[in-house]
């Protein structure tokens, strides 16, 4: 253990890793957690749906809402803290789709927690090592407390599932015990996460009395390995774990030589040593006898947000040396750009916001970083900011001006759409981070000039009110129905059933009905939008001409005719995560890009070469006759990530309705294709043609679907 005391190191009780998530609506304990990092905490989902009064199956991210967690600290006891799940991996049946009712094992499930401690921070996490078959473990009970630990064996490793036996004395695992850490004594560190128990049942699942035979004490959990697979895409356990030290030989020498020069004193470094700690939360030795340089250094390359929490000691006296170790450190993967402090009131900052400015975050990313190769993807806030911190800056800097970091800039096109107040919060934060990191006014100015410009640009494009209604087919003319409503801040789901089928005109009736019940906001007089989502085999089923049949109604309630009608596929759409960045940049250049007009069936064979690194065009015009070679244009179009495709579903020769919207603008295409099936109702031969619009926003979340699963019950 060096001068500062990063918990860890393997001197600590391990139960100070164990969190307690309790529930919103009693403060009773739904389950553990795990300290994973300095703000973060790793649980299993079904924990969180506990503690939130949801199914423990549930598939929805929780947004925004608060978990309440408890922390284990040396002298205040337990503390009570705000968390919001940052990223959302729902428990899921082996063949990917929703875990049924019954179920005694699954996969997934765990929840990534971000915690709204001080700006000090929780402590860090431990040390991470495999499960493997024979170790001897402790788990606790989500209170932490001493009396509640269960010793356990290791019985069996299978995949992303191991089986661990309890001693046949002491405490049992059970309800309590869910997302707790697996800890290994002789490896001092956490191998994995209590999942669940099971419980003694006859062949025919039914729970058997209590009985000398019938106790058992076998539990699952989720192995480190299967976790690490799970969270390793996201970059999560990058963001806890730095890389040591050692890996870090140049960085190391670098910062080791700058210390030295800027704090030659023994004194000076003791005294900003402790400063130091205090500001990153963690103990410190002796106040008499100073770290040396190497220990210093040390603690700079661990601590992720220690080297922006001393060039801020040293910017105001010393900002040469400052400088010199900011350098030093972006040699390294561990440091990152903020100070606890800076992250915290961030987080405050943007918590504060109304929902739907939160929900324009990702098109202020894809606005403010319109060349960055590959967008920063996440499923909430926390998880942006994360991937944002990471980055470069911009490259609109010159000789030693400091470059805009991706994160500030991305904060000003953010505070340029929210009220003045805020707007001036998050600037003053811009500033002072600007400030830290030694970047000319003039140079923040040049990017909040342009934020300003782009808000302005955007502003008379309020999010409109719309309803997705997912329809998978259940055969002789009869469908299923999934509908959800988002007047701006995010889909709600409005229906209840999904094992309820309807023929074309009771669906268009129940659609209907949900779309009498939104308000759209007085300032927008522009009817919501219906996207329909659908698999790859639905692209083409006439949903806009479903039309409430029923000789008592005066009007016929025809979908398309009323509402401005899309379709969206997300089966093709994420085929290929890899064009996802492609989609997103196109979207951003929805005003601007050019549309490809495939007239010919044989161009499908080339459509792959002209269109994967092709950005600037948005839009497709496919005009070619129905069948197979039409579907397989439109489909590999949305596979590319081509964010508007438009086809006839009718014509046989050149489509009428493809060449009538050729002179409608882009972003118009909705309310132009609504324009051209109203004219179609009333004209037919002025208007003979069915159009298909396919509209992917890259600005709208889209609900989490499982096209594979249609039988899903409520």
Same mark, same amino acid.
């Given at each position: 253990?060096?001068?500062?005391? #990063? ?44 503690? /939130? ?17 408890? #922390? @284990? ?19 899921? =049946?082996?063949?990917?789709?929703? !875990? ?20 000090? =921070? ?10 493997? !078959? ?19 064996? !290791? ?280 400030? @830290? ?9 040049? $990017? ?64 209907? $009905? ?45 979908? =398309? ?57 948005? $839009? ?40 009538? /919207?050729?002179?409608?603008?882009? @972003? ?8 051209? $099936? ?37």
């Amino acid at each position: 253990m060096g001068w500062f005391h #990063i918990t860890g190191d393997g001197d600590d009780d391990p139960s100070r890793y164990v969190v307690t998530v309790r529930r919103t609506d009693d403060g009773r304990t739904a389950g553990a957690g795990l300290v994973l990092g300095h703000d973060t905490v790793l649980t299993c989902a079904h924990v969180v749906n506990a503690a /939130m009064g949801r199914d423990m199956f549930d598939l929805r991210a929780p947004g925004t809402e608060d978990v309440p967690v408890e #922390i @284990r600290e040396p002298t205040a006891g337990s503390v009570r803290h705000l968390a919001r799940v940052a990223h959302w991996i729902p428990p899921r =049946g082996r063949d990917g789709g929703p !875990v049924r009712p019954g179920t005694d094992e699954w996969l997934g499930d765990l929840a990534v927690l971000r915690v709204d401690a001080p700006a000090s =921070g929780l402590p860090g996490g431990p040390r991470q090592s495999a499960l493997s !078959v024979g170790q001897k473990l402790h788990a606790w009970h989500g209170t932490g407390r001493d009396s509640t630990v269960a010793r356990l064996t !290791v019985a069996a490793l299978h995949g992303p599932h191991g089986y661990v036996d309890g001693a046949p004395t002491g405490m049992a695992v059970g309800p309590g015990y869910s997302g707790g850490p697996l800890w290994c004594q002789e490896e001092n560190a956490v191998v994995g996460l209590v999942a669940g128990h099971f419980m003694p049942v006859d062949a025919a699942g039914e729970p058997l009395p209590l009985d000398f035979q019938n106790v058992i004490r076998r539990s699952w959990v989720v192995p480190w390995q299967a976790v690490e697979a799970e969270l390793g895409p996201l970059g999560v356990l990058d963001r806890v774990r730095p890389v040591p030290p050692d890996t870090d030989e140049h960085a190391f020498e670098l910062l080791v030589e700058a210390i030295e020069d800027a704090l030659p004193s023994p004194s000076g470094r003791g005294d900003c040593a402790r400063r130091l700690a205090r500001l990153c939360g963690v103990e410190h030795g002796s106040d008499v006898r100073p770290p040396c340089a190497e220990d210093f250094a040390a603690f700079l390359l661990t601590h992720p947000r220690a080297l922006a929490a001393l060039s801020g000691l040293l910017r105001r006296d010393d900002p040469r040396s400052a400088d010199r170790m900011l350098a030093a450190g972006a040699l390294s993967r561990t440091p990152r750009l903020l100070s606890p402090s800076e992250y915290a009131d961030l987080r405050g900052r943007l918590r504060a916001l109304d929902p739907a400015a939160t929900a324009r975050f990702s098109e202020a990313v894809r606005a403010a970083l319109p060349h960055l190769a590959a967008q920063p993807g996440g499923d909430t806030v926390d998880a942006l900011v994360d991937r944002l911190e990471i980055l470069p800056g911009d490259g609109h800097a010159s000789g030693d001006e400091r470059r805009v970091p991706a994160l500030l800039r991305v904060v000003e096109y953010v505070a340029a759409l929210v009220p003045d107040i805020q707007r001036a919060r998050l600037r003053l934060w811009s500033d002072g981070v600007a400030g @830290r990191l030694g970047i000319e006014r003039s140079a923040l100015g040049e $990017r909040r000039y342009d934020a300003h410009e782009w808000a302005r640009s955007v502003r008379g494009r309020t999010a409109r009110g719309r309803v997705l209604v997912q329809v998978t087919e259940a055969g002789r003319g009869r469908h299923r129905l999934r509908i959800w409503c988002d007047e701006g801040a995010g889909p709600r789901q409005v229906s209840t059933q999904s094992l309820r089928t309807y023929s074309a005109s009771e669906a268009a009736r129940e659609v209907l $009905r949900v779309l009498d019940s939104l308000t759209p906001p007085p300032e927008d007089e522009r009817p919501p939008l219906v996207e329909v989502l659908v698999d790859r085999g639905g692209l083409n089923l006439p949903v806009d001409e479903w039309a409430v049949r029923d000789p008592a109604e005066l009007v016929p309630g025809v979908l =398309g005719v009323e509402f401005p009608l899309v379709v969206h596929c997300p089966e093709l759409l994420r085929r290929n995560g890899r064009f996802l960045s492609r989609w997103r940049s196109r979207w951003s250049r929805l005003d601007s890009g050019g549309t490809l007009v495939v007239s010919d069936p044989a161009e499908q064979s080339t459509l792959y070469s002209q269109l994967v690194n092709q950005l600037d065009t948005v $839009r497709v015009s496919v005009d070619v006759p129905p069948g197979p070679p039409r579907d397989g244009i439109v489909q590999t179009c949305l596979a590319l990530g081509i964010p508007v495709v438009m086809w006839d579903r009718g014509e046989d020769g050149p489509a009428h309705s493809v060449r009538h /919207m050729s002179r409608v603008a882009t @972003r118009e295409l909705p309310d132009g294709v609504h324009s051209y $099936r109203a004219g179609a109702w009333a004209n037919p031969p002025e208007f003979p043609g069915r159009p298909v619009l396919a509209w992917a926003d890259a600005d709208r979340t889209v609900p989490r679907l499982h096209l594979s699963e249609p039988q899903e019950g409520p």
